[in-house]
């Protein structure tokens, strides 16, 4: 199993910044991506950002030139969000995903971003 401590959620204004982290401990041999899905009530979970263990990162469209994923070599990742929108508001789960595996293996608890005046 894969355990996660994440971390920088809250309330911001429209425009302002957020730092989600996301640290991974237990199996994490096994894991080949980490990054974050994200929900809003009444809509289904989407991909928000993700990166690989070589380094490479997909990101929504939706927050392209807004968000940026980082990680160190230790299973930690962060999520740089800049010019919050309203439309952001959701919680954002941090994933693992192992090798070979097309999906998510394992989930965190999630952290609620709330984009609000």
């Known amino acids: 199993q894969v355990q996660f401590v994440e971390s920088g959620g809250g309330l911001v204004q429209p425009g302002g910044s957020l730092r989600l982290s996301c640290a991974a401990s237990?199996?994490?041999?096994?894991?080949?991506?980490m990054g974050w899905f994200r929900q809003a009530p009444g809509k289904q979970r989407d991909m928000v950002a993700r990166?690989?263990?070589?380094?490479?990162t997909n990101y929504a469209d939706s927050v392209k030139g807004r968000f940026t994923i980082s990680r160190d070599a230790k299973n930690t990742v962060w999520l740089q969000m800049n010019n919050l929108k309203p439309e952001d508001t959701a919680v954002y789960s941090c994933f693992a995903q192992k090798s070979g595996q097309p999906t998510p293996s394992y989930w965190g608890q999630g952290t609620q971003v709330t984009v609000s005046l």
């Open positions: 237990g199996r994490i041999f096994s894991i080949n991506a």
């Open positions: 990166i690989s263990i070589g380094g490479d």
